[in-house]
Structures are given as C-alpha cells and as structure tokens.
T-cell receptor, first 113, second 114 residues
Framework: SQQGEEDPQALSIQEGENATMNCSYK?????LQWYRQNSGRGLVHLIL?????REKHSGRLRVTLDTSKKSSSLLITASRAADTASYFC?????????????FGQGTELSVKP | ETGVTQTPRHLVMGMTNKKSLKCEQH?????MYWYKQSAKKPLELMFV???????ENNSVPSRFSPECPNSSHLFLHLHTLQPEDSALYLC?????????????FGPGTRLTVT
C-alpha cells in the first residue's frame, strides 16, 4: 500500500493564485520531503520537514506537517507558469543498513498564464 | 539533477538485446537508488545500495541486474526485457545517517523496449 498519497491528483490554476497540495501517509516517519518533477525529467528536492517540526518555509513554498493526522500540505504562493510540474511527497523508512523514501503518486499542477 | 549523471538519456532496445544503464554521483553520498517511473504510476523503488551493499530488492524481475562497483557508480544491466519494461529509469543518491537526507536525482534514461 502507498505510504504517501497526494491529493488532488491534478490541479489547474491561474498565474498569481495559490496552489495547495496535500499528502497523507500511514506509518511513523522521521521526516517528510517534497519533490518537484518537470515532464520527463528527474525529481528535484524542494523541502524537508522533520517529524518534530510543524511548519517550514522556503521562498514561495510553505509546508506544514501534522503527525497526529499523518498528513502534510505544500502551499505555493503567487504561482507562476514555471511552477507547472508534478509534485511528490516522500516519507522515509529506515532499516539497519540504510533507508529509503516512499513516494506518493504525485499532484500534477498546471499554472496557466 | 545537479551532481548525478545518467547515460544514456534515451535507449531503444529489442527484447533480445543486452544493455546497461549507468549512473554516477559526484556528491560524496553513501547510498544510491534505482527507480522505475511508468506513465500514470507512482515512482517504484527497484534497488537500494548503501555503502556499496545492496540492501533492498523490491521483487524486481531477474532481467534487471544492478551493480555498484563503488560508492560513486551504479549500473543497471538489462537483458531479455519485455515491452512493459518501457519506462523512465531514474537514479538517485543521498546521505543516510540516522535519517534520510534529501535524494538527488539524475535526469533519467527513457527506455523503450520494442
């Protein structure tokens, strides 16, 4: 089963509007990360929030984390056409020799000029 | 994508061919990953190498064979693939010490199996 699931699956907004994407997960985490992917390219790390943090900002990005609800949200303010991309949340699983991230299905964001 | 390179960027191969994908990271990380990304499906983790040892193999068919000769290089050897193996194959690296730091991805290899 998916550890991280994003909502909505697709979002279309006008330039200048805010975009909010949500992520839910199932198990305890150490941190939650958000990534961005432009069509057919590799993922780019946007922001990491640790399990003891509730909110984090980076430029036009604001991430919140609610560990009691096992959910996170990514807010992009004053969106631009260049923000058009897929956005993924990822949660970590640790084990003796290493660790891995489990990615959600992603939200496709389209920002129209 | 900075710091992680993948070659080739595009690959077309027949089902009877043998080819290899290469990944190189210049970031001094201790873990490397192979992911498969198919259309309309979430990112699938295939293999994890930590300190050059394979620590994860997510029930990947044996026609995919990973190799990690050192902490900077990762290969994915392909043989007798099926058309459903056509996908974007992404390599990533990260530092893992107590918790997982952000992963840095390469640009991917777009694989088409004919």
């Amino acid at each position: 089963s998916q550890q991280g699931e994003e909502d909505p699956q697709a979002l279309s907004i006008q330039e200048g509007e805010n975009a909010t994407m949500n992520c839910s997960y199932k198990t305890s985490i150490n941190n939650l990360q958000w990534y961005r992917q432009n069509s057919g390219r590799g993922l780019v790390h946007l922001i990491l929030i640790r399990s003891n943090e509730r909110e984090k900002h980076s430029g036009r990005l604001r991430v919140t984390l609610d560990t009691s609800k096992k959910s996170s949200s990514l807010l992009i303010t004053a969106s631009r056409a260049a923000d058009t991309a897929s956005y993924f949340c990822a949660t970590d699983v640790l084990y003796n020799q290493g660790g891995k991230l489990i990615f959600g299905q992603g939200t496709e964001l389209s920002v129209k000029p | 994508e900075t710091g992680v390179t993948q070659t080739p960027r595009h690959l077309v191969m027949g089902m009877t061919n043998k080819k290899s994908l290469k990944c190189e990271q210049h970031l001094g990380h201790n873990a490397m990953y192979w992911y498969k990304q198919s259309a309309k499906k979430p990112l699938e983790l295939m293999f994890v190498y930590s300190l050059e040892e394979r620590v994860e193999n997510n029930s990947v068919p044996s026609r995919f064979s990973p190799e990690c000769p050192n902490s900077s290089h990762l290969f994915l050897h392909l043989h007798t693939l099926q058309p459903e193996d056509s996908a974007l194959y992404l390599c990533a690296s990260s530092q893992t010490q107590g918790f997982i730091y952000e992963q840095y991805f390469g640009p991917g290899t777009r694989l088409t199996v004919t």
